[in-house]
Nanobody
Framework: QVQLVDSGGGLVQAGGSLRLSCAAS????????MGWFRQTPGKDRDFVAA????????TYADSVKGRFTISRDNARNTVYLQMNSLKPEDTAVYYC????????????????WGQGTQVTVSS
């Protein structure tokens, strides 16, 4: 198993930037597909981005493509989400997640989750 702790959320103005971090436990971090999801009250937990075990392949939701960048540092057991050109509709609780899969944009495929970090974008 792996424990995930996500952080880096905060309040920013529209057009601003924020970087989220997710620290994972253990030395098997590189064996997991890592992803970011976000959720607002009363709504589903939506896929944001995912990165392969090696970090060579990334996938993004259409809503964030070109603005967000997911990356990972396997030596530091950390995954990041760089968020640029933020919009009010990006406001949500963001969760990092880990899966024993090669590729997935579905929350149910992810086995482990961080506690969530709040991102609020003001207009």
């Amino acid at each position: 198993q792996v424990q995930l702790v996500d952080s880096g959320g905060g309040l920013v103005q529209a057009g601003g930037s924020l970087r989220l971090s997710c620290a994972a436990s253990g030395r098997t971090f590189s064996s997991y597909l890592m992803g970011w999801f976000r959720q607002t009250p009363g709504k589903d937990r939506d896929f944001v981005a995912a990165i392969s075990r090696s970090g060579e392949r990334t996938t993004y939701a259409d809503s964030v493509k070109g603005r967000f960048t997911i990356s990972r540092d396997n030596a530091r057991n950390t995954v990041y989400l760089q968020m640029n050109s933020l919009k009010p509709e990006d406001t949500a609780v963001y969760y990092c997640a880990a899966a024993r899969a090669y590729s997935s944009a579905y929350a149910n495929d992810y086995n482990y989750w961080g506690q969530g970090t709040q991102v609020t974008v003001s207009s």
